[in-house]
């Protein structure tokens, strides 16, 4: 299994350019999440899905729309990028409760994005 | 609502000293609690556990930490520190019967000397 990976793995993008972070796992989880982080910030969550079709707002989601189509996939679009965006970009997933994976998250390897 | 807190920000020790990295939660139910470790660069991993089995959970590289329900706290312990356990470490809780998704402690940098 590959697990969770992320592409790109670094971009740099203009104040108002646009750009979709992918994230596909193969691990057939429920449930997939984005997270940012920033220096002295830990983990934040943007958004989160339990199935494909649905997906629900984390903690900072303003500037981010997700969408889930698959199981397998879950994209994160930056609909118009501002520098307070430069980050740098986790995807994760984790199986259901019941499975006895126990909120266990499986992370990509992030992507670092720098807004200029 | 369920929180962490991670005490210091950064923790310095020599090799082969004790590492004792703070992880203090504040839960509504029982919780889960986690430990992941992130090396420069690279994504987050597991390092070990807790969901409401032994008290005392042992996980990868030598680690261990104990759930201390009166003292809320879940602190990681390592008896002897390697320059390889360089890495920033985050402690997370979610909720049984919660929310699956975790909220993680803001992580504290583990400094190794020779």
């Known amino acids: 299994n590959a697990g969770v990976t992320q592409t790109p793995k670094f971009q740099v993008l203009k104040t108002g350019q646009s750009m979709t972070l992918q994230c596909a796992q193969d691990?057939?989880?429920?449930?997939m999440s984005w997270y940012r982080q920033d220096p002295g910030m830990g983990l934040r969550l943007i958004h989160y899905?339990?199935?494909?079709?649905?997906?629900d707002q984390g903690e900072v989601p303003n500037g981010y729309n997700v969408s889930r189509s698959t199981t397998e996939d879950f994209p994160l679009r930056l609909l118009s990028a501002a520098p307070s965006q430069t980050s740098v970009y986790f995807c994760a997933s984790s199986p259901p409760r019941g499975s006895g994976g126990s909120d266990t998250q499986y992370f990509g390897p992030g992507t670092r994005l720098t807004v200029l | 609502a369920q929180s962490v807190t991670q005490l210091g920000s950064h923790v310095s020790v020599s090799e082969g000293a004790l590492v004792l990295l703070r992880c203090n939660y504040s839960s509504s139910v029982p919780p889960y609690l986690f430990w992941y470790v992130q090396y420069p660069n690279q994504g987050l991993q597991l390092l070990l556990k807790?969901?409401?089995?032994?008290?005392l959970v042992k996980g990868i590289n030598g680690f261990e930490a104990e759930f201390k329900k009166s003292e809320t706290s879940f602190h990681l312990t390592k008896p002897s520190a390697h320059m390889s356990d360089a890495a920033e470490y985050f402690c997370?809780?979610?909720?049984?019967?919660?929310?699956?998704?975790?909220?993680f402690g803001r992580g504290t940098s583990l400094i190794v000397h020779p």
């Open positions: 997370a809780v979610s909720e049984e019967g919660g929310s699956y998704i975790p909220t």
């Open positions: 691990m057939n989880h429920e449930y």
């Open positions: 807790y969901t409401s089995a032994a008290t």
């Open positions: 899905s339990v199935g494909a079709g649905i997906t």
